[in-house]
């Protein structure tokens, strides 16, 4: 590979990569294991003569490539699906295959700017499979607990208590790991300390924050609001002016510091004001949480710069 303005797009699945180099135009197909990305390496060739490799997240299958690209010094960038679809749509490319996907990939990472992939410090790693594996839990409790509310059998009724309980234990269970994980780590016991001195977080939204967003206190406030999808997105063309309207994101987060806002609200006085403030100018109760919740990020992102400098 001669030319220094690469572009490398990876589609993954759970058994293969495809991979497109542009402007080169180059395609191959690799398996999805440690021998595959070893050869995957050899045909990308040299870090220093590749300007960004572009991933989608897919469930947890990039994660072996992500972090052997990362460690080797690659530069790389993952991008929501969404976006990438609408990039395609943009382009008028309707068809979907591995092998035209992972060019719309590297297409996209040489048309439109992406953010670097910042892989999680050693002490996170283990945290944030403690965090999804709980996230894993809470869908399937809400799941397990719609379908009590609709059976009728009592047979059945008894089996779905009998799994909700032991959900319930392994929650709890992957609770007092994360809380233990974060006591033994003096960096992020500290960050912990941070993070909860702000009312309405608790040690479990902290370690959501860490790991979940590991670009707080090191981004700038709107950066970082988009990043979790509670900046305003303004709607306007010609003569037309739609209200503004939050949306992407990293929905887990957001939904945990919208819990998160409303004890804030309760309890620390220059949020609950702000909160007042907007419900007496007429801003919807929810729209009002979502400001407090920018708010929120705001103080924490202030307040992690100051940790890292």
Known sequence: ?????????IDVAKNHLDVCILPLNKTKRFKNNELGILSLIEFIGDNKKIERIILEPTGGYEEFVLETLANKGYQISMVNASQIRAFARANGILAKTDKIDAKVLADYGMKLPSRLYIPLPMELKRLKKYVTRRRQLLHMLVEEKNRLKKERDGEIIKLIEETLKFLNVQKEFLEQRIIKGIEQ???LKRMKEILTSLKGIGDITAAILMTEVPELGKLGNNQISKLIGVAPLNRESGMMRGKSKIYGGRGYVRD???LAALPAIRFEPKLRDFYLRLKNNGKPGKLAVIAVVRKMITILNARLQLFYA
């Open 185 to 187: 780590n003096e960096k």
């Open 1 to 9: 590979m001669e030319d220094n303005n690469t572009y490398i797009g």
């Open 256 to 258: 945990s510091l919208y």
